[in-house]
């Protein structure tokens, strides 16, 4: 009945032995070398993105695609794209406003395009096609930020931290309103 979470474990009364104690910094090290020297890009905490995700409560999250972009729950499809925010800074380079229009029409398409990808892809396994097509996940990423600040006239660093914040709060609220418009 093990499912790799020890919560549900715990949950349903069965015991967990405790073989020794170590220090959190010696634990740490040794994964991080072990990361390090596996090529793994980085360290996921499962338990925070399960807290963060908005699926937590009906298909929790337990592992990653295989380049550890995407936690994904059982059966689940890493389905990515991008829109290139450098496209969206126009004018001179230093002076160049940003096309907040522009942003939320490509946003809404490819959250469209996204979602339309789920349907016409040919799923290798029965259970990946049933997740997905129920749960219709979809991860729009950026690539151009530092081209776009650049353009933009601001630091990388302080100087851009709360357009940063506003701006991928503004993709975010878009890409929330396109998926509810297509699940409406």
Known sequence: EWDGNIWNWIDKGYPVKKYATVKARD???CIIESAWASA????????RANKE????????????NPCGEQPLPDHGVCLLGHINLSRF?????GKAKVDWDGIARTV??????????????????????ENQKSE?????GTLGLGEMLIRLGKRY????????????????????????????
Do not use: C
């Not at 995700?53 to 990653?64: I, V």
């Not at 219709?136 to 729009?140: E, F, K, L, P, V």
């Open 157 to 184: 660093g302080r100087d851009s931290q709360w357009f940063v914040d506003e701006l991928y709060r503004f993709i975010a609220l878009e890409a929330y309103k396109a998926s509810i418009d297509i699940a409406e």
């Open 27 to 29: 634990l740490w090290e």
């Open 53 to 64: 995700s908005n699926s937590w409560y009906f298909n929790p999250l337990n592992g990653t």
């Open 108 to 129: 809404r398409a490819a959250v469209r395009f996204l979602d339309d990808v789920i349907d016409y892809t040919p799923y290798h396994l029965k259970k990946n096609e």
């Open 40 to 47: 793994e890009p980085g360290v996921v905490f499962l338990e």
């Open 136 to 140: 219709r996940r979809i991860g729009m």
């Open 89 to 93: 800074a126009h004018g001179p380079i």
